[in-house]
């Protein structure tokens, strides 16, 4: 192990138990076997266990901050616990080079009928702070806290956001070589949060190391320089955060996709690899398709495709790439004026419409089948999945509706080949990902108050 | 030198070098931390309370005033206790106190610090030391009691009563080493809590506390089988009377109850992270 690398995770796993009486038994024969000193079984499954945490290996080295992401559940919170030596692997090895310290929750150990001030010591101690360190710190642990006049105040009267500060404070005064925070983030009011993150920061500077687990991956791109995402226990993607981050986005609206498949959504697409493995379909099945308009419609939509620049069925298409949506239509009597509308939506947000009712009228009449394209050049959606409605109209005194109102599509723009011209910012990737959904294209200029040439000029444009 | 740690599943009497080095040095750096936490759990015993240490007494008291009305209604046959009764009760009681205090200490302690011991990992010796100290204190509390008897009665103490403390350290070191070697089926498993209780109940009636021991009978049979027996007899002889038959007895078993005490560190350090895992919080 270099000097560098502060902490080295290998190979390590971890079972729990789903019934608690079973556990105690376990319990019982591990205690047994320590005492006796015969090696563990740790690598082998007993009933109702099962792996918390499944051959998991990184590493970490000094000035680096890691996240591990993923859902609850996954595992993140007991590999922190390991890490500070809590709980034990049961395979594996876990080795840590300095001074640890772990908010896995803030104020554990805090007593609601003593004073902050007696709490502080108590808490501080208990982390491994010496008392004239304590001392020394105690003005700048209530500082940070912002708790300077209530120093000498029951705990029990304090708002858990206060006790959370004073949890955060002390931990941070005590100067650890790696520093394990467990969702702390996450409590907290925003100004207090920006304070962590200050500290976070200066801690980083020193050439400390930090790990710890975040639901806001905008913390993740922003703080982090690698990552490793946890699913069920077992290491889906690690490396770069800005790669993970990608790789989980991306795996979130595939699920996305496919589970809105499953709703029932008459959408004609091949479902992809991962799909197929989310929805534990075999190769050739796919998606049921449920959604059948009422026979009474005088309209029918029979499918509707998402076609990518070349004209390929597809639910994946590049940021900035031509869209066409094909309806497949049937109209057992013929329609008169008829008005196509489709309306695009993400998160249940209608981000717009194109709709022929702004842009006037086509066919004079439609009959039989048939077939619609609207086609939308340099899509200027940002990578997230978007929803298409489709309704229409028959245009006549009245407006009325000819078929039944309904999501005719779901696809995804990814951020493929994006990197290289608009990602130079700081929350590139999240911001593209998880903020507004259009994107337009801009330049800004820097200038002097003279006049004359700009200092500096920042594009965000496409070379198409 | 940066400190290293190595996390891994391998059982620690693999390497007892490296056991004992760990014990010795969270032995050491527990000290501090225990300091806190016996401050804090004394200040938090009586902060809530409006009589404060009277519970300390509270207990003994209660035990010998219903022995002192035992025998005085001639319930009880005590023997020839060369002192007056309430004296040889309260001496009693108080030194049996200190046992069943030290037995209940190390689950008690354990059990309070579920939740600080699945989040932060902290030199678990601190909270039986810490459990320690706060027996000493509300041992000196009791033995106030003891003193207001004393002088009450007009009983003279000689000056070798200091020897006193010998027996007494192996009523308490006996009782933590038992209670620390329960702890480890007791975190799991709450029937040794109330097993504890039942076992306490009658064992005050089985240690000769209130009375001298019988020759015949099975109680006879009981209490000279029952280990605390010396130690509970010479603790009072020595304060009473400034000698003891047993101290012979006596040292014997403080020393077996001293390796008794290590021998049940070595499994409570042994046992601490699997309870860790399966006791919650």
């Not at chain 1, 007991?78 to 803030?106: F, H, S, W």
């Not at chain 2, 000769?208 to 000279?224: D, I, K, R």
Request: charged share 20%; proline share 6%; hydrophobic share 45%.
């Amino acid at each position: 192990m270099s000097e560098e690398v502060v902490i080295q995770v290998e190979g390590v796993s971890k079972k729990f138990c789903r019934s608690l009486r079973q556990s105690l038994a376990y319990g019982m024969m591990d205690l047994a076997r320590e005492v006796s000193g015969r090696p563990s079984q740790g690598s082998k499954l007993r009933s109702d266990e099962f792996w918390a945490l499944n051959n998991v290996s990184f590493s970490l080295r000094r000035g680096e901050t890691l996240a591990l992401i993923g859902r609850n559940g996954a595992g993140k919170s007991t590999m922190l616990k390991m890490l500070n030596g809590v709980l034990r692997p049961d395979v594996g090895r876990i080795t840590v080079r300095g001074r640890v310290q772990a908010l896995i929750e803030l104020g554990a150990g805090f007593s609601p009928i003593l004073s902050a001030r007696e709490n502080v010591y108590i808490n501080a101690a208990m982390l491994g702070m010496p008392k004239a360190d304590i001392d020394r710190a105690l003005p700048e642990i209530m500082e940070f806290a912002g708790l300077e006049e209530f120093l000498d105040a029951p705990l029990q009267s304090f708002s858990s956001g206060m006790r959370t500060r004073l949890g955060f404070a002390v931990a941070t005064q005590l100067d650890p070589d790696v520093l394990l925070l467990d969702e702390v983030l996450a409590v907290g009011d925003l100004a207090f949060q920006e304070k962590c993150m200050r500290r976070m920061d200066a801690f980083r500077r020193r050439n400390k190391a930090i790990i710890f687990i975040t639901h806001n991956l905008y913390q993740v791109e922003a703080m982090c320089n690698s990552a490793v995402w946890l699913e069920h226990g077992e290491v889906v993607a690690q490396g770069r955060s800005i790669e993970v981050l990608r790789e989980y986005l991306d795996t979130q609206e595939r699920r996305t996709i496919a589970e809105a498949k499953v709703e029932g959504v008459r959408h004609k697409a091949r479902a992809t690899a991962a799909e197929r493995a989310y929805l534990q379909l075999k190769e050739d099945e796919r998606p049921k398709e449920i959604v059948e308009p009422p026979p009474s419609d005088p309209l029918h939509i029979r499918s509707v495709e998402i076609l990518d620049g070349a004209g390929e069925p597809c639910d994946e298409l590049p940021f900035r790439s031509d869209l066409t949506i094909r309806i497949h239509y049937e109209a057992p009597k013929p329609i008169i004026g008829p008005l196509f509308e489709l309306i695009f939506f993400t998160d249940d947000r209608e981000i717009f419409i194109a709709s022929m009712l702004l842009d006037g009228p086509g066919p004079a009449r439609i009959e039989d089948t048939g077939i619609v394209d609207c086609r939308i050049e340099r899509l200027p959606l940002t990578p997230k999945v978007y929803r298409v409605v489709l309704a229409v109209y028959q245009a006549g005194y009245l407006v009325t509706e000819v078929t039944t109102r309904r999501t005719v599509a779901n696809f995804r723009v990814t951020d493929e080949g994006l990197d290289s011209v608009a990602m130079r910012g700081p929350l590139a990737l999240t911001l593209l990902r998880q903020g507004p959904p259009v994107y337009v294209p801009r330049v800004w200029h820097f200038y002097d108050g003279q006049g004359g040439e700009p200092l500096a000029t920042v594009e965000a444009n496409f070379a198409d | 030198m940066i400190k290293t740690a190595v996390y891994t599943p391998d059982p620690q009497l693999r390497t007892p070098g490296r056991l004992v080095r760990e014990m010795i040095r969270d032995l050491s750096a527990s000290r501090e931390l225990a300091w806190r936490l016996c401050a804090r759990n004394i200040t938090t015993q009586y902060r809530q309370t409006a009589l404060g240490y009277f519970w300390a007494i509270g207990p003994p008291l209660m035990t010998s005033v219903l022995f002192i009305l035992l025998n005085s209604a001639n319930l009880l046959r005590a023997g020839d206790t060369g002192v007056p009764y309430p004296v040889f009760v309260i001496v009693g009681t108080v030194a049996f106190g200190l046992f069943l205090d030290a037995l209940n200490m190390p689950l008690s302690v354990i059990g309070a610090a579920r939740g600080m011991l699945s989040k932060i990992n902290f030199p678990h010796e601190a909270l039986l030391l810490a459990g320690v100290a706060q027996i000493l204190v509300n041992f000196v509390v009791k033995a106030t009691l003891v003193v207001v008897v004393l002088v009450t009665f007009r009983v003279p103490v000689p000056p070798t009563a200091v020897l006193a403390v010998i027996p007494l350290t192996g009523l308490l070191v006996i009782g933590i080493a038992i209670g620390v070697f329960l702890v480890p089926i007791g975190a799991l498993f709450q029937d040794v809590v109330h097993a504890l209780g039942v076992v306490a109940s009658g064992l005050v009636f089985l240690t000769p506390a209130a009375y001298t021991p019988p020759h015949a009978g099975l109680l006879g049979v009981l209490t000279s089988w029952n280990p605390l027996t010396p130690l509970i007899m010479s603790a009072r002889d020595l304060l009473l009377h400034g000698s003891s038959p047993q101290i012979s007895t006596t040292l014997i078993l403080v020393a077996a109850s001293i390796a008794a005490l290590l021998l049940s560190w070595v499994v409570f350090r042994l046992a601490m992270p699997i309870l860790i895992e399966r006791m919650g919080n």
